[in-house]
């Protein structure tokens, strides 16, 4: 039996770094929201938790995961006992 090898990756990892270049993006920057790594729509909320829930429902409610890829992009518990989360969308359905 023969072994299975992986394949190298070298070229892979040059095209993509040649595409970064091109469109002058770079590694971190490709990550960052608004700096050409997507066209997500995000919205920042703070609001208390239950009124955190009703905003996160109304959004997934009115821009459905199946057309606009609706998401609690991140989210976490401030001190006062608030959350700050963040909405993210595509802009539009096609």
């Known amino acids: 039996m023969s072994r299975l090898t992986p394949p190298p990756l070298g070229g892979l990892s040059r095209q993509l770094q040649r595409t970064r ?3 002058g993006v ?3 920057a490709a990550r960052m929201p608004g700096a050409g790594g997507d066209s997500f ?3 920042t909320f ?3 938790r239950e ?4 905003k996160a ?3 997934l409610d009115r821009y459905p995961k199946a057309a606009y890829w609706t998401s609690v ?3 976490r518990t401030l001190p006062e006992g608030d959350i700050e989360f963040t909405m993210r969308r595509l802009p539009s359905a096609d």
């Open 21 to 23: 270049n091109s469109r």
């Open 26 to 28: 770079g590694r971190d």
């Open 41 to 43: 729509v995000r919205e």
């Open 46 to 48: 703070t609001l208390p």
């Open 51 to 54: 009124a955190a829930r009703t």
């Open 57 to 59: 429902r109304e959004w």
């Open 73 to 75: 992009e991140s989210w």
